[in-house]
């Protein structure tokens, strides 16, 4: 692997641990599926698949994030709006 990918391998799986810190399931079920998702892959080699495998990585990264963002929009609309029944 080429080092500028190398490098944003690396960013991609900060990121995804430190968004992992909030999942529902809890930090150490995300980790541990985050580790083997990137064990299942570390021997791709070809620059072409590497990138594909890091759009795939930042499009979890905005997933999760949409997750959370719903995830405190409905903590905020509980907290100041009548139940709807």
Do not use: C
Not at 2 to 31: D, I, M, Q, S, W
Not at 53 to 80: H, N, P, Q, S, W
């Amino acid at each position: 692997m080429a080092n500028p990918l190398r490098a944003e391998v690396l960013r991609l799986y900060k990121n995804l641990l430190y968004l992992g810190r909030e999942y529902p399931k809890g930090a150490a079920y995300f980790r541990e599926r985050l580790k083997s998702a990137f064990m299942k892959n570390k021997d791709v080699t070809d620059p072409q698949k590497v990138k594909e495998l890091v759009a795939r990585g930042d499009f979890v990264i905005k997933e999760l994030e949409a997750l959370y963002f719903l995830r405190k929009y409905r903590a905020m609309k509980k907290r100041y709006y009548e139940p709807e029944e």
